[in-house]
């Protein structure tokens, strides 16, 4: 894992991420993806994205909508929700895409 991953969610580098990572499940027949968000790494983006081929990937509020299940002062528990039910589609992919300018 890469440092910059792990500084996004979170992670101690110094040792190997066992737990903490983000977290692919269904709920309600949509796919959804569970990630920890830094509150003070406000130089890191974070955006969802889903694709049906792995080759166009699309985030955002039509594709991807987010709900904060839990929070601190320090982290916030994030869970993307894909807005194309897994029954409406042939292939459904989500993931992370994580930047820093």
């Known amino acids: 894992m ?11 580098p110094n040792v190997a991420a066992v737990s903490g990572l983000p977290a692919v499940g269904q709920t309600n027949g949509f796919l959804t993806l ?10 890191i983006s974070y955006l969802p994205e889903v694709s049906g081929d792995l080759v166009n990937w699309n985030g955002g509020p039509g ?10 002062s320090i982290l916030q528990t994030i869970q993307a929700r894909d807005l194309v039910p897994m029954g409406g589609a042939t292939n459904r992919f989500i993931r992370l895409h ?3 300018p």
């Open 2 to 12: 890469t440092n910059l991953l792990e500084y996004a969610l979170g992670l101690n």
């Open 34 to 43: 569970t990630y920890t968000r830094v509150n003070s790494a406000t130089d």
């Open 63 to 72: 594709f991807v909508s987010q709900t904060v299940p839990a929070s601190n």
């Open 98 to 100: 994580i930047t820093h």
